[in-house]
Nanobody, 125 residues
Framework: QVTLVESGGGLVQAGGSLRLSCAASERPFSDYAMGWFRQAPGKEREFVSAVTGSGSLTYYADSVNDRFTISRDNAKNTVYLQMNSLKPEDTAVYYC??????????????????WGQGTQVTVSS
């Protein structure tokens, strides 16, 4: 099992930016699709973004497309989520996930996948 450790969350005003990082404990990191999910209070966890193992393909939820950018540095075993033009509705706990799979046009984390502990992002209006 891979340990994922997120960092970079915090409090920001609407329109601001944050960069989340997720460091993985093991190699070969580049074998696995990585991604981010988020969960707001009282809501189900939802997909935000994913990146393939090589980093060549990226995917985004419609709600964050054109505002968020996912990237990865396989030499550092780290995946990033650059969040710009943040809105109050982006407030949630953000979770890094490893071993994502794509099925029927939706990304999910299988039972053998990995989750980080989550990092809080709060956007004030």
């Amino acid at each position: 099992q891979v340990t994922l450790v997120e960092s970079g969350g915090g409090l920001v005003q609407a329109g601001g930016s944050l960069r989340l990082s997720c460091a993985a404990s093991e190699r070969p990191f580049s074998d696995y699709a990585m991604g981010w999910f988020r969960q707001a209070p009282g809501k189900e966890r939802e997909f935000v973004s994913a990146v393939t193992g090589s980093g060549s393909l990226t995917y985004y939820a419609d709600s964050v497309n054109d505002r968020f950018t996912i990237s990865r540095d396989n030499a550092k075993n780290t995946v990033y989520l650059q969040m710009n033009s943040l809105k109050p509705e982006d407030t949630a706990v953000y979770y890094c996930a490893g071993g994502l799979r794509l099925r029927g046009g939706s990304w999910y984390v299988p039972d053998y996948g990995d989750w980080g502990q989550g990092t809080q992002v709060t956007v004030s209006s």
